[in-house]
């Protein structure tokens, strides 16, 4: 294993004074022909948005350097914008999410501005051939405290565990919507119980599209999150768990083998879910010392958190590099350069993030450097929260000022994204002051 620190030169994408920002890192912000990138412009940095606040859909060309508004949307975040990307197969177009007489459908526009369909129920990603799109139900994760939408007459209270509601498939030529895997479905087929909060999220297909991977995430009863990573065909079928436990960012490292953040904590729910005053007392302690001893109980039990390897045809987890790959992050597989990932961290106390590259095969680690973080003065997160359509549990799970600030423009995550060649990857951050898009060249390093 090699690790060296080599600092890159980190250039804004667009010429523009503008705040901007893409999202997640699962999605590729550069068209085919890498001219043109996707981007969204928000009003304000200072909050979660809520069920009124619009933000731009940005086309960017990057010769001319302009950046044209072709819509405006509500329904997004900031962790992952509105789910922008474009649709594989048609180079010249582009989708977005947005609210269209009260209902979530995916706009998608041609490189002239044309509307050229609205895909029903929204989209969170694309199947490599474009036919098919993969939604979920945004307003749920909003309200149960995921990257969701505060959608206008956002309901108060939600099945736990329904029948009706789970991960969409809609075929992008009829525009025929079905329902591919349930909530009831995981939680019965796995034995996930009916836990007061379920609910499914970060979908994504393997780089051939023969599977889908995706996350069941409920509560235990001292309110703590578990995670159960799924996956299964392209049609539904074949459904099996990978992994249980804590596990956040994911991205798939080839077509059998989904590189992860996590650990298995078996051990750990069946103490947090036994009903023990003191472990629940303990484990819902927001106080620096609360945390201390969470973390100390669940070290205990499970052990270290670190990148994992997961084969998904003979269910083998392997640890990667947790020695020197040692904080969670998003990591980001080149699909030009398969053997390449960039990934991320949170920020320290001091505010600083840093950003990787690693070559998988040769088990090389280049640091590229850190950026920091403005601080962002406390407010009445509670209210705010609530009345923006936030369930009151979400709230208490995280910590009011802790949900606000991590949905908020301010915790401006790297979310790190290779371009199409894996010459170059492209960050969101706001060390500057001002959230904006960034590029930084790696073909130096990526051969």
């Not at 052990?303 to 590099?321: A, D, I, Q, V, W």
């Not at 199409?420 to 492209?426: C, I």
Request: hydrophobic letters at 35%; aromatic letters at 12%.
């Amino acid at each position: 294993m090699k690790k060296s620190t080599i600092p890159c030169v980190i250039e804004p994408l667009f010429s523009s004074e503008m705040s901007c920002f893409f999202g997640f890192h699962d999605l590729c912000q550069f068209d085919v022909s890498e001219r043109y990138a996707l981007a969204l412009q928000p009003g304000f940095e200072d909050r979660p948005p809520g069920p009124s606040d619009a933000a731009g859909i940005l086309l960017c060309d990057l010769v001319l350097q302009t950046s044209i508004r072709v819509d405006e949307t509500t329904a997004w975040n900031f962790p992952q914008g509105a789910r922008q990307q474009w649709w594989p197969g048609r180079d010249d177009v582009h989708v977005y999410n947005k609210y269209s007489d009260g209902d979530l459908v995916a706009v998608a526009r041609n490189l002239k501005g044309e509307i050229v369909s609205k895909i029903p129920g929204g989209i969170y990603a694309f199947s490599p051939d474009g036919a098919t799109a993969y939604s979920v139900n945004f307003a749920r994760v909003h309200y149960f405290g995921g990257y969701g939408y505060a959608a206008p007459g956002l309901p108060g209270v939600f099945d736990p565990c329904p029948p009706d509601d789970g991960i969409w498939t809609c075929d992008t030529r009829t525009l025929k919507r079905t329902l591919l895997v349930s909530i009831a479905d995981v939680a019965g087929e796995f034995g996930l119980g009916r836990a007061r909060t379920q609910f499914l999220t970060h979908v994504l297909p393997s780089p051939s599209g023969r599977q889908l991977c995706f996350l069941h995430r409920s509560w235990l009863e001292d309110g703590g999150v578990y995670t159960t990573i799924c996956v299964c065909g392209r049609d539904g079928s074949a459904r099996r768990i990978l992994g249980q436990g804590f596990y956040s960012h994911f991205d798939w490292a080839d077509d059998e083998t989904i590189l992860i953040w996590g650990r298995p904590t078996d051990r750990l729910r069946r103490v947090r879910s036994s009903g023990w005053p003191l472990v629940g007392a303990l484990m819902r302690l927001s106080r620096p010392i609360g945390r201390m001893v969470s973390r100390r109980i669940s070290s205990g039990l499970v052990g270290k958190s670190s990148y994992l390897l997961l084969n998904t045809r003979t269910g083998h987890m392997r640890r990667f590099l947790p020695e020197f790959l040692d904080e969670d992050g998003h990591p980001c597989v080149s699909r030009a350069k398969p053997g390449w990932f960039v990934t991320d961290t949170y920020p320290d106390a001091a505010g600083w993030r840093s950003l990787f590259i690693v070559d998988l095969a040769k088990r090389t680690i280049h640091d590229l450097g850190r950026l920091g973080t403005p601080a962002l003065r406390p407010g009445p997160a509670q209210d705010y929260l609530e009345g923006v359509g936030v369930g009151r549990e979400a709230i208490a799970r995280h910590g009011a000022w802790s949900y606000f600030r991590s949905r908020s423009g301010y915790s401006c995550d790297f979310h790190p994204r290779f371009d199409r060649r894996a010459r170059s990857v492209t960050i969101d951050s706001i060390h500057s002051g001002r959230r904006q898009v960034y590029r930084v060249d790696v073909s130096s390093l990526v051969r």
